[in-house]
């Protein structure tokens, strides 16, 4: 079974929706983020979370609330999607060990906003 | 001037030969270095990270740092049509846990 799974896959949705995407994992990890993954302009980070109690934004962040409802578990919202919010998200988990951050992809969720 | 930059190919090799990935990097804090796989349509996946100047070997993988100049690399041995994929260089600055992501090269490997 995958250690970080996403849902739904794949999304289409019309300008002016609330939509959720939800992240969990299985890793163990405290630390999770939420990117996003546009052609040409490589991944951003939207939020990131480090506890449960920790919330904060990413370079991205207008337009998207987040929630962590436990240390497995983080979703993320679209209060009222828009067209330009079309584009491929991932949720990913942290393992800092020293000097390293390594991350986990989940597999991704596919929106299409109309 | 973006964080992280890097090529966007594609970068275009024989099956069998070198493959050669460059990433330059702005800020002179960060610390850690990184090399995600991305197959297309699918997450990228962690294949390399180097933390000191100099070279480190996994396999048919050497990544090498040089913070002087402020860049990263990786070199891909015997390349396989199978290695063709986007490789994404991420920085972790100072004492952040966040990731700073090149917008990836695009490697194809000809059979």
């Known amino acids: 079974d995958a250690d970080v799974t996403q849902t739904p896959r794949n999304r289409i949705t019309k300008t002016g929706k609330r939509i959720m995407l939800e992240c969990s994992q299985t890793?163990?990890?405290?630390?999770m983020y939420w990117y996003r993954q546009d052609p040409g302009l490589g991944l951003r980070l939207i939020y990131y979370?480090?506890?449960?109690?920790?919330?904060n934004k990413g370079e991205i962040s207008d337009g998207y609330s987040v929630s962590r409802q436990a240390q497995a578990k983080f979703s993320l919202s679209l209060e009222s999607a828009i067209p330009n919010q079309t584009a491929l998200y991932f949720c990913?988990?942290?393992?800092?060990?020293?000097?390293?951050?390594?991350?986990?992809f989940g597999p991704g969720t596919r929106l299409l906003v109309l | 001037q973006k964080e992280v930059e890097q090529n966007s190919g594609p970068l275009s090799v024989p099956e069998g030969a070198i493959a050669s990935l460059n990433c330059t990097y702005s800020?002179?804090?960060?610390?850690?270095f990184f090399w995600y796989r991305q197959y297309s349509g699918k997450s990228p996946e962690l294949i390399m990270s180097?933390?000191?100047?100099g070279d480190k070997e996994d396999g048919r993988f050497t990544a090498q740092l040089n913070k002087a100049s402020q860049y990263v690399s990786l070199l891909i041995r015997d390349s396989q049509p199978s290695d063709s994929a986007t490789y994404l260089c991420?920085?972790?600055?100072?004492?952040?846990?966040?990731?700073?992501f090149g917008s990836g090269t695009r490697l194809l490997v000809r059979p």
């Open positions: 990913a988990t942290g393992s800092g060990v020293g000097d390293g951050e390594t991350q986990y």
């Open positions: 890793k163990g990890h405290d630390r």
């Open positions: 991420a920085v972790n600055r100072d004492s952040s846990y966040k990731l700073i």
């Open positions: 800020d002179r804090g960060s610390q850690s």
């Open positions: 180097i933390y000191s100047n």
């Open positions: 979370s480090f506890d449960v109690k920790d919330i």
